[in-house]
């Protein structure tokens, strides 16, 4: 069965520590933020399909810009390509970064969300082995609270069987408060929910 959404080329554009820095020309994007390790990269490049176009690192809080990638999406077997930006920003929740640093983080993070006029929704992704921490709740509190639309995506999903990841899932809505939240099982090795999460940026970023 043919898919509804195709990435035809998917390209690192450049990344940013301040505002002058992003890229010149600006597309709708999706953005992706989470804990450290919490499986970010993988994901991206198993969105991709291009196996190192994020790279992959064992040490947390690798991630320390943000990333800017641009893909290029084919509708419904149609012949246009749709230019749309995902972006990859760095990762919360690590313990051994320097206070300052963490708080330069934060401010640089917190300045993207609230002033890209680009942003279309944020992936805000969660360990599903975990129950969501401080961090991840207030994390999604914050984006709830200044109107970002967000959708809660459980990385690792490999990692448990069809029971343990219905259990799990409805602990993580209890946690976060929200009993009917949508969120969407991902496990990168298997590009499982690949195309719902191609899906949703259909019909959120394409104009």
């Known amino acids: 069965m043919q898919e509804s959404v195709v990435v035809t080329k998917a390209v690192y554009l450049s990344s940013a520590v301040r ?36 790279r992959v690192s064992s040490k947390p809080g690798k991630t320390q810009t943000i990333n800017f990638y641009e893909l290029l999406l084919r509708i419904d077997g149609g012949e246009e390509r749709h230019s749309v930006h995902i972006v990859d920003l760095p990762g919360y929740g690590y313990a051994k970064a320097a206070r300052d640093s963490r708080k330069i983080w934060a401010k640089f993070i917190e300045e993207y969300f609230l002033t890209s006029e680009y942003l279309r929704f944020v992936c805000l992704l969660l360990d599903i082995r975990h129950l969501p921490m401080e961090s991840d709740r ?24 069809k029971n343990a990841r219905r259990t799990q899932i409805a ?12 969120i969407l099982p991902y496990a990168s090795p298997k590009n499982e929910g690949r195309s719902e999460l191609l899906d949703v940026m259909k019909d959120n970023l394409i104009e």
């Open 138 to 161: 207030n994390m999604f509190s914050w984006l709830i609270a200044h109107d970002i639309p967000v959708l809660v995506v459980a990385t690792k999903a490999d990692k448990l069987g």
């Open 19 to 54: 505002k002058d820095q992003y890229p010149e020309v600006r597309r709708p994007e999706v953005a992706f933020i989470g804990r450290s390790n919490v499986g970010k990269s993988s994901l991206i490049n198993s969105l991709t399909r291009i196996r190192q176009l994020a």
């Open 171 to 182: 602990a993580m809505r209890r946690a976060l408060g929200v009993p009917e939240l949508t």
